[in-house]
């Protein structure tokens, strides 16, 4: 068997009639950071040899595009850290040149970005997300346990100067950035980023920190804004949990909620974990293994098949529900696993 060729490759379809045409990647569990949302503080990672090598997750993502996947998300653990990256990311850029790809993007805690701000751009990066949860320099030090905000701050400036379109990701935390609500959107609107802010999910086993306690629903955030500022809903659509609103400053708020509503109708992605997993939803436990055929054969029609089989299996949405009070649908693994 060989596998078909960019014109004959039908594109993925689910049985629920949604097109499948953006991957999100995780290209290491590994980060410099222990955001207590998502890592345990003493993570153990995997070996080596369980991860796709720089040169597999090209093939993988390669045969992804082939099928018809338009854009690339690379995430992790914290992508940036991943030794020699950017020739992963260089690599991509031959599918944005022909125009196979429409967008290679990543999210980051911002870290390592002041290093390869350049790099990404050069290798056609134009968009980034930075999550990032408080302004306050002690409170990030907790959140994250290791990391260091100017350190994260001189990373955003180093993405705008090498013309790299910004966008925060806010985790929404109860008793926690609630009081920073006003100030990470004036924030990000003096400097002409948008934000997103996104509702904490079970994720993970829940160690000391109860999820939720922490859960700060989006509804009384969005209300709070309202409060402030007149906002018109935006019909623009990510095929993702995300709905945009414009407020009265022109800026742009994204909402993350699959906790309070459930898009999962419109969901037209996959993720792909560093160990070549494919998880068909992210709030289920069901998942392909990839790895396998990939490396069973250097061919990649066997891969291309195990591809199909698993986008057939696709489910209709997650369980996630904290309305009985309960984390009820938590799955076990942690969002660095599955990638963010
Ligand atoms: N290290 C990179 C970063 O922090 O942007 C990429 C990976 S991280 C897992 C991706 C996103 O997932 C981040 O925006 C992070 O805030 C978010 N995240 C992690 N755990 C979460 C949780 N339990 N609930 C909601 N978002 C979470
Ligand atoms: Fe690392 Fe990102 Fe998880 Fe924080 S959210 S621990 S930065 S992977």
């Known amino acids: 068997m060989t596998s078909l060729g960019p014109i004959e490759a039908a594109p993925l379809v689910d049985p629920f009639q949604r097109s499948i045409d953006y991957l999100r990647v995780s290209v290491t569990d590994r980060c410099d950071f222990r955001c207590v949302y998502c890592m345990s503080e003493n993570m153990t990672f995997l070996p080596k040899k369980e991860l796709l090598t720089l040169e597999e997750l090209d093939r993988m993502c390669s045969t992804f595009v082939r099928l018809g996947v338009k854009k690339l998300r690379i995430t992790g653990g914290e992508p940036l850290v991943r030794r020699d990256i950017m020739t992963f990311f260089r690599g991509m850029t031959r599918h944005l040149e022909s125009g196979?790809?429409?967008?290679?993007?990543?999210?980051?805690?911002?870290?390592q970005l002041k290093r390869f701000a350049g790099d990404l751009h050069a290798a056609g990066v134009r968009r980034i997300n930075v999550s990032l949860d408080t302004l306050d320099e002690a409170k990030f030090a907790r959140i994250t346990r290791w990391g260091r905000l100017p350190q994260v701050l001189d990373g955003i400036d180093a993405a705008q100067a090498a013309g790299l379109r910004v966008k925060i990701n806010t985790v929404?935390?109860?008793?926690?950035?609630?009081?920073?609500?006003?100030?990470?959107?004036?924030?990000?609107?003096?400097?002409?980023?948008?934000?997103?802010?996104?509702?904490?999910?079970?994720?993970?086993?829940?160690?000391?920190e109860d999820r939720l306690d922490q859960y700060w629903p989006l509804s009384d955030l969005r209300a709070r804004i309202g409060e402030r500022h007149a906002m018109v809903e935006l019909a623009e659509r990510s095929g993702g949990p995300a709905r945009y609103v414009r407020l009265d400053t022109r800026q742009k708020i994204g909402f993350i909620t699959p906790l309070t509503h459930n898009f999962c109708e419109s969901c037209n992605r996959v993720r792909l974990t560093c160990t070549g997993e494919l998880y068909m939803c992210l709030g289920q436990e069901d998942m392909a293994d990839l790895r396998a055929p990939l490396r069973a054969s250097n061919d990649d029609a066997l891969l291309e098949d195990a591809i199909r089989a698993a986008i057939a299996r696709k489910p209709k949405g997650h369980d996630f529900d904290y309305s009985r009070q309960r984390a009820d649908g938590q799955v076990s693994r942690h969002m660095s696993h599955t990638g963010g």
């Open 100 to 111: 196979a790809l429409r967008e290679l993007t990543v999210t980051t805690n911002g870290s």
């Open 172 to 208: 929404a935390l109860k008793g926690f950035n609630e009081d920073e609500l006003f100030t990470l959107i004036d924030w990000c609107a003096s400097r002409d980023m948008d934000l997103t802010f996104i509702e904490v999910m079970p994720m993970g086993d829940l160690g000391g």
